[in-house]
């Protein structure tokens, strides 16, 4: 799996786009990535992932780099509810060994 | 309700016990996985088993142990080995392929005192 990076921490203002930013330079062709967004005291809950391609549903979207040694998640408009501990994870080829990196603390400011 | 099991929510035990930490899961997942949790910390992957009968170590697998008898299992032993073992466990799981996302259990707070 590959090792991943974010900032430690990013704020936003309610209702305004957010871009999380992850560096994962190490990622292998057959990986995806994933996000996850971990309230307190709870466990992770999937975001969005893909592999080579933008993607978007309807928490969030994923712009993938070109290379793939980086992706941005896309909070289009940012809620107190998106207040939360935000992890990239890139790695997984079949059953695999799945890693974290420390993720980004989003603050939402009302 | 299909999902993942983790029990109990709080733990405590005395320093030097071993402890079992319970992790059931009814989605029909090949792989689970156990990740620990230190506050203000990432998680850091403990073992991981893809399948029955079969498990890995991960980054931090001293002073555990798995065991994965049955697919819907994958209970987790924090040893009297283990320097520090108070913090929150949390237990995954997934299915087959590269794309599939990781369910994640409510976790276990453990605090060995």
């Known amino acids: 799996d590959a090792k991943t990076t974010q900032p430690n921490s990013m704020e936003s203002n309610e209702e305004e786009p957010v871009h999380l930013p992850c560096n994962h330079s190490?990622?292998?062709?057959?990986?995806?990535i994933h996000w996850y967004r971990q309230l307190p005291s709870q466990g992770p809950e999937y975001v969005i992932h893909g592999l080579t391609s933008n993607v978007n549903n309807r928490m969030a979207s994923l712009a993938i780099a070109e290379d793939r040694k980086s992706s941005t998640l896309i909070l289009h408009r940012a809620t107190l509810r998106d207040a939360a501990v935000y992890y990239c994870q890139a790695g997984g080829t079949s059953y695999g060994k799945l890693t974290f990196g420390q993720g980004t603390i989003l603050t939402v400011h009302p | 309700d299909g999902g993942i099991t983790q029990s109990p929510k709080y733990l405590f035990r005395k320093e030097g016990q071993n402890v079992t930490l319970s992790c059931e899961q009814n989605?029909?997942?090949?792989?689970m996985y156990w990740y620990r949790q230190d506050p203000g910390q990432g998680l850091r992957l403990i073992y991981y088993s893809q399948i029955v009968n079969d498990f890995q170590k991960g980054d931090i697998a001293e002073g555990y142990s798995v065991s994965r008898e049955k697919k819907e299992s994958f209970p987790l032993t924090v040893t009297s080995a283990q320097k520090n073992p108070t913090a929150f466990y949390l237990c995954?799981?997934?299915?087959?392929?590269?794309?599939?996302?990781?369910?994640f259990g409510p976790g276990t707070r453990l605090t060995v005192t």
């Open positions: 190490t990622i292998s062709g057959t990986d995806y």
């Open positions: 989605l029909n997942h090949d792989a």
């Open positions: 995954a799981s997934r299915t087959s392929g590269n794309s599939y996302e990781q369910y």
